[in-house]
């Protein structure tokens, strides 16, 4: 990890061009990398050499990109997926197999509620979907001897709950398990979770990091600091040879990077979602504006929201800039300059007047998205959250009258502009 500042880890961590290299990042568009002598291939596949021979294991756009996100959360090392879901996914199979349990926030996107609920749950893996905000000491009945991990969002999507990560941290510790932390919402600009004792933190790169709409990628980032020989016999795919790997044990041979290594050189070989260089690229111009953008997202989100709390049809405004928001506190202490620039809101008039509001707007688009540079609105319940029940909505914080409005970064003015003609017509 270097030590400077994040504006500057963004435009200069990653791609280190030795004199007479390319200065801006290569897209090294190439599925394999040439040898002239079989032994050192075969070392390669031993895990005794480091080097490139597939892209699927390993690519060098790809690897400078991870270094950069590695170094902006301060982690050991990082691994690009191409998706959020795949960095989730492998996140929690990287130690879960058949048989095991997993504790979730139910406050969560409803991909990752999917994917754990019913998904995983088809692997043999069991997920208890618990409310964060909840005491430690109920919490702790979450708990059973098969457990390996606790995740949550540190801003969850859509609901907009704070994670108290110390307090999850702490929990999951004591439990002898890692806290993995999805923090996509808040990005390393705004909070950096291993700073609070998370163990494992996941991305969806797809939203600030790339910040255009423009490439779907993952990320899943080792902080190097959860000790699994310490409780070796909840991780034996970390602490027992690895037949597949002509028997290495990954944390006697990779120290501090073996979950993140483990992650790369067997599910990543064996299930292969793998981001295309091209997508790497992108998301590494993207990120090296990431501070400027979420800086102007927070202070147009914050200024919508004064306005939208202000105004006579909106019953409730979810935004943690809020001074009466039930995160403000929470938030003041994990993200002090700002959260991201979500908030979620409820029309008085409910379901029908939120339809007439959303199909009004001008400016701001209905897309299944956010966090990109474009203001864009959302139904959770008929949308991405459909899947879920009335209970299931209920417990995720989502109301069937609740807006998502992911705030862009045009002049505020005018989406505010867009917002008050739109309420006219709600
Ligand atoms: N995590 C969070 C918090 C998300 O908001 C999303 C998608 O919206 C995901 C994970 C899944 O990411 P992707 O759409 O890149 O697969």
């Not at 191409?82 to 492998?90: E, F, H, I, P, R």
């Not at 300059?337 to 008085?348: A, R």
């Not at 509001?357 to 897309?367: E, G, Q, T, V, Y």
């Amino acid at each position: 990890m270097s030590d400077y500042r994040i504006e500057t880890k963004c435009i200069q961590s990653g791609w280190k061009p030795k004199t007479g290299e390319p200065r801006m990042l290569p897209i090294y568009q190439s599925t394999t990398f040439q040898y002239d002598d079989t032994e050192q291939m075969g070392r390669l596949f031993d895990l005794e050499e480091e080097g490139y021979f597939y892209t699927r294991l390993q690519n060098p756009t790809n690897d400078a990109v991870a270094a950069k996100i590695a170094d902006l959360e301060g982690g050991v090392a990082a691994m690009l997926t191409s998706s959020g879901q795949a960095a989730n996914y492998y996140a929690v199979f990287n130690i879960c197999e058949a048989g095991d349990h997993v504790i979730c926030a139910s406050a969560i996107y409803g991909g990752t509620f999917n994917l754990l609920g019913v998904t995983l749950k088809k692997q043999g893996i069991e997920c208890t979907f618990i409310d964060v905000d909840e005491d430690e000491e109920t919490l702790a009945k979450a708990f059973r001897p098969n457990t390996k991990a606790v995740l949550a969002e540190s801003i969850s999507n859509p609901a907009l709950v704070v994670l108290d990560i110390e307090k999850m941290a702490r929990l999951a510790h004591a439990h002898g398990v890692p806290l993995i932390v999805d923090n996509t919402f808040a990005t390393p600009v705004n909070c950096r979770p291993f700073e609070w004792g998370a163990d494992i933190v996941v991305h969806s790169t797809t939203k600030y990091m790339d910040g255009h709409a423009i490439q779907v990628g993952g990320a899943i980032v080792d902080s190097g600091n959860f000790d699994w020989e310490a409780h070796a016999d909840k991780f034996p795919g970390l602490t027992t040879p690895d037949e597949s790997y002509h028997g290495i044990t990954y944390t006697k041979r990779f120290g501090k990077a073996a979950y993140i290594t483990k992650a790369t050189a067997q599910l990543m070989r064996d299930l292969g979602s793998v981001p295309s260089p091209m997508n790497s690229f992108m998301l590494n111009a993207g990120l090296e504006t990431l501070p400027l953008r979420v800086e102007r997202h927070c202070y147009n989100a914050q200024k919508i929201a004064e306005y939208l709390n202000a105004h006579e049809k909106v019953a409730k405004v979810n935004f943690a800039g809020l001074p009466g928001d039930k995160y403000y506190e929470v938030a003041k202490k994990y993200m002090p300059n700002g959260t991201c620039g979500v908030i979620s809101f409820e029309l008085c008039g409910g379901r029908d007047s939120a339809v007439r509001f959303m199909d009004s707007l001008k400016l701001a688009s209905i897309a299944t998205h956010v966090a990109d540079a474009k203001t864009c609105v959302l139904h959770p319940a008929s949308h991405t959250h459909r899947q879920m029940n009335d209970q299931q909505l209920k417990e995720a914080g989502i109301s069937p009258g609740l807006i998502r409005l992911s705030v862009g970064i045009e002049h505020v003015d005018d989406i505010i502009a867009d917002l008050e003609q739109a309420l006219e017509q709600a």
